[in-house]
């Protein structure tokens, strides 16, 4: 093998770092957070009460399920609980 | 379920698996395309470390919703890659930096895309070698260690791993050329 290849090869290895832990972790948890955010939801549908406190603060709700409160997690809670 | 290490099982196969909600292929299937999301993010759009963690989020939770909408399971990577493409486009225009999303840019963007294209052929081969060149392929050129740190960590002598290095980016390019000859890198 030539060390022009190596280099190559080097090179293109080189241009994929991991990514941030945390952020692997949190897409992988994106399942169980969906599991979580339905069962939300659907107790938010079933009580305007409850419904009312969630959308007064998503960020607070979501956590109170175990779940990282990402920007991502809160826009989709909040189209889910839109009117 | 999965059942076989990640680098054995091929995209369509980790796809059907994340179909059927088996978590082991889904978390394979973040594990595999982190690396390709996160760099496309910021090396081709060059977004901050926030907005490309907001891309990256937005990226898989696209995908765990679409999953069912892929027309061809061995296309997972260049469907995240577009997806991928597309949020960072989306979140540029939101923000309203539009001197970044004009044509040369997004073609430069392109360009830097089909390197990574390039390298996440690579990186297929990669994940089929043994774990000891996995492991110090990896430590060398994706984490930049050094002889002395890649030594230490893994109990062997400084002065062998280049030697290591140099065999294991033989066996990696062996691997390639066998598996997919129009992946292997060019040699200018």
Not at chain 2, 10 to 28: E, F, I, T, Y
Not at chain 2, 32 to 61: G, K, M, N, P, W
Not at chain 2, 86 to 106: A, G, I, M, Q
Not at chain 2, 123 to 151: K, M, N
Request: hydrophobic share 40%; proline share 5%; net charge negative.
């Amino acid at each position: 093998m030539s060390t022009s290849n190596e280099e190559r090869l080097g090179e293109l290895l080189r241009l994929l770092p991991e990514a941030p832990t945390g952020w692997v972790t949190a897409a992988q948890e994106l399942p169980v957070a969906r599991v979580e955010l339905d069962a939300l939801v659907e107790r938010a549908e079933a009580d305007a009460a409850f419904r009312a406190s969630v959308v007064a603060d998503l960020e607070v709700a979501i956590r109170a399920t175990g779940v990282e409160p990402s920007p991502v997690v809160v826009e989709h809670l909040r189209k889910r609980l839109s009117p | 379920m999965i059942s076989a290490p990640d680098g054995e099982l091929s995209d369509a196969q980790l796809v059907a698996g994340c179909r059927k909600g088996d978590p082991a292929a889904w978390n394979a299937l973040v594990e595999r395309f982190s690396r390709y999301v996160s760099a496309i993010a910021t090396q081709a759009f060059r977004l901050s470390e926030h907005d490309a963690e907001d891309v990256f989020q937005d990226v898989f939770a696209k995908t765990y919703e679409r999953l069912g909408s892929l027309r061809s399971d061995d296309a997972i990577r260049p469907w995240i890659g577009q997806l991928t493409r597309n949020c960072c486009l989306d979140l540029l225009r939101s923000s309203s930096r539009v001197v970044l999303v004009e044509e040369p840019e997004e073609r430069i963007a392109d360009e830097v895309i089909a390197k990574l294209d390039e390298a996440m052929a690579v990186r297929t081969s990669l994940a089929r070698l043994s774990p000891e060149c996995q492991e110090v392929l990896d430590r060398f050129f994706s984490r930049d260690e050094s002889y002395r740190t890649i030594g230490a960590a893994l109990g062997i002598p400084a002065g062998t791993i280049a030697s290591r290095i140099s065999r294991c980016l033989g066996h990696l390019r062996t691997h390639l050329e066998g598996r997919n000859p129009a992946a292997a890198p060019s040699s200018e």
